[in-house]
């Protein structure tokens, strides 16, 4: 998860990956030079729970370049994505993590998305493609198949998120 400034949100977000039922997860943050208190409030959330690395970049480097960091900082086979400010069901990394178990040939997966006003309340969904022909014609005409803070894709060696592509870097 980059996170820039996030103070306001930040908690909410970390905490619904500390509430998953799926447990065996290193939770990989880059703190992208903020200039708020999120320096902070991820110490605290690192010295207590031992899952959770911070890493750092100074000065602010971008969400591309944070991601990058990230990526290549990670241990795991499969990568989980987050934004600060978005929060996810208690299920989520289980339920990817499984049926990755029993479809090996999936190699990226996303889920439907809950738009939540400030106030936490569903307003509406995004739905996106449940299938190959689908999420294949959706990127024909330049549409977003995959809502990227649901996505979870096996970590292949070399992949990076491309840097002269934003804001399309995923």
């Not at 990226?108 to 689908?134: A, C, F, M, S, Y």
């Amino acid at each position: 998860m980059p996170v820039y400034n996030g103070e306001a949100r930040l908690r909410e977000t970390i905490r619904s990956i500390q509430r998953q039922t799926f447990k065996n997860f290193e939770f990989i943050i880059v703190n992208d030079g903020s200039t708020d208190r999120t320096p902070g409030l991820l110490r605290e959330y690192a010295r207590k729970d031992k899952r959770i690395r911070i890493l750092h970049n100074h000065p602010n480097q971008g969400i591309v370049r944070s991601l990058n960091k990230g990526l290549r900082a990670a241990k795991a086979s499969y990568i989980a994505r987050i934004d600060c400010g978005d929060v996810c069901s208690p299920r989520r990394l289980d339920a990817q993590y499984r049926y990755f178990q029993r479809n090996t040939h999936t190699v990226l997966l996303g889920t439907q998305v809950n738009r939540v006003n400030e106030k936490g309340k569903i307003v509406g969904w995004t739905r996106h493609p449940e299938d190959d022909r689908g999420i294949r014609e959706s990127l024909f005409y330049g549409i977003n198949a995959i809502a990227h803070p649901s996505a979870m894709y096996r970590k292949i060696k070399g992949l990076s998120y491309r840097e002269n592509a934003y804001p399309a870097e995923d």
